[in-house]
């Protein structure tokens, strides 16, 4: 048996595109499930990463991305007023929503009715004797402890309401409510804290208490600041649209909020806090940038996790290390023999064949496999389709097969060596 010619790189044959059982005139297979399974593991990988993003951003947030601003006037959501102040607005009242103190004395002018909701404390105490003057009625939504320090000093916070409550007052708007509910909905938890007051003297000049509990815990207080009447509610419940149609907590909300032509909704933002010094990184920063930061970084190491190279135990070697091209061409063959890859086989033989041939029969080496055949025919005198078929066409099922074919391309080389040489004549014809 003669020995095969060295085996060199065979990514110049396109081998992916016919298989061992195909025919000469196959130009593609189907991909197997078990290739189609291993294209798509990237693409799994990606989607459940996607996933757990989404994942991360609902437990971040508490799923309460679509919540909108609390109390808003134009927020159609469950915590939002949009329904009060439409009917407000259809029974002739001037809603105007604002949300800077300047923008709020500006459409405060004249007789007006101010709505405050600032649950994050942006308005500083000078704000509401700002707001509180020229006749101005003021209605305060969950007042803080530094707002009834300011406003109201008499009345303190009492906690959160346990159930429904009677009036119990002589305020008007209260008498026509009757009867509220000034617990939170579902929807709105953690969003709106509904709380209730307790006044050190009921009854002692303009402080009057409604809706209060059997413990004495009411849900709206009147009383006065620099001479203006404020209302102190303490549900923001009473006006969301979740809550406003349960018992009178319409009646409260539009006769609270409609006693004057103008209602100013204000709801006070970053803007009205004091200027103390420069900002920090922390106040420039939206909310939402540290919970994208942590998801970030949680995909960044699962990607080095999945992605990273795993190094073994290191191992002593002597430099440098000589390795046999013998051995190397034997080590490949073992390889296909195992893996039965007699195509990818036949072709690492036939571009070693071709590149050799093409230089023998003088043709440069962008010469196409038909061209070097061709040459190598008309040189050799033999037939031009048995020569492609050697070089080209035949696909070698079986090992015996292979080294059958593995004969005749050496064969190829000698006689086309023989034949372009000046002391000897051509080789006969190749055995059919």
């Known amino acids: 048996m003669t020995a095969p010619a060295p085996m060199l790189d065979p990514g110049a044959f396109d081998t992916e595109t016919r298989g061992e059982d195909a025919t000469p005139t196959a130009a593609a297979t189907s991909l197997t499930v078990r290739q189609t399974a291993r294209r798509a593991v990237p693409w799994i990988i990606l989607a459940a990463i996607a ?46 929503a604002v949300t800077t103190l300047n923008a709020a004395r500006e459409a405060a002018a004249g ?23 020229d006749g101005h009625t003021l209605v305060l939504v969950e007042p803080d402890f530094r707002t009834l320090q300011t406003v109201a ?41 509904p709380g209730t007051f307790r006044v050190s003297s009921d009854g002692v000049g303009e402080r009057v208490a409604c809706f209060a509990d059997a413990d004495g815990r009411a849900s709206l207080v009147r009383t006065s600041f620099d001479g203006s009447p404020v209302y102190l509610l303490g549900s923001g419940s009473l006006l969301t649209n979740d ?15 409609g006693g004057d032509r103008t209602l100013v909704w204000y709801l006070p933002s970053v803007g009205d806090r004091p200027v103390t010094g420069p900002p920090d990184i922390a106040a420039l920063t939206p909310g939402w940038v540290t919970p994208v930061m942590l998801l970030l970084l949680v995909v960044f190491v699962a990607a080095a996790v999945w992605r990273g190279r795993r190094f073994g135990p ?14 190397t061409r034997e080590g490949r063959a073992r390889l296909y023999q195992r893996s039965s890859a007699r195509l990818r086989a036949a072709d690492a033989l036939r571009v070693g064949t071709v590149g050799r ?22 040189v050799t005198r033999r037939d031009r389709l048995a020569v492609r078929d050697v070089l080209l066409d035949r696909i070698p099922n079986t090992d015996r097969e292979l080294i059958a074919l593995s004969d005749e391309l050496a064969e190829l080389e000698r006689a086309t060596a023989a034949a372009v040489s000046p002391s000897t004549g051509p080789t006969g014809r190749m055995d059919e």
């Open 51 to 96: 996933v757990l993003i989404a994942l991360g951003g609902i437990l971040l947030t508490g799923g309460r991305a679509g919540a909108g601003i609390p109390l808003d006037a134009a927020n159609a959501a469950p915590a939002g007023a949009k329904a009060v102040a439409q009917v407000l607005a259809a029974h002739g009242v001037d809603v105007k």
């Open 153 to 193: 000093p008499d009345v303190s916070a009492a906690g959160t309401p346990r159930g429904a409550v009677n009036a119990g007052c002589s305020l008007p708007a209260a008498g026509r409510a009757d009867r509220i509910d000034p617990r939170d909905t579902p929807g709105t938890e953690d969003i709106v804290l």
């Open 111 to 133: 007789h007006a009715t101010v709505l405050v909701y600032d649950p994050e404390g942006n308005l500083p105490a000078d704000g509401y004797r700002d707001l509180a003057g």
């Open 314 to 327: 290191l191992v002593v070697e002597n430099l440098p290390v000589v390795v046999r091209a013998g051995e």
């Open 243 to 257: 809550g406003v149609d349960r018992l009178g907590n319409a009646a409260l909300a539009l006769n609270l909020l």
């Open 357 to 378: 041939l093409s230089a023998l029969v003088g043709l440069p080496t962008s010469a196409t496999t038909i061209e070097v055949a061709d040459a190598v025919a008309a």
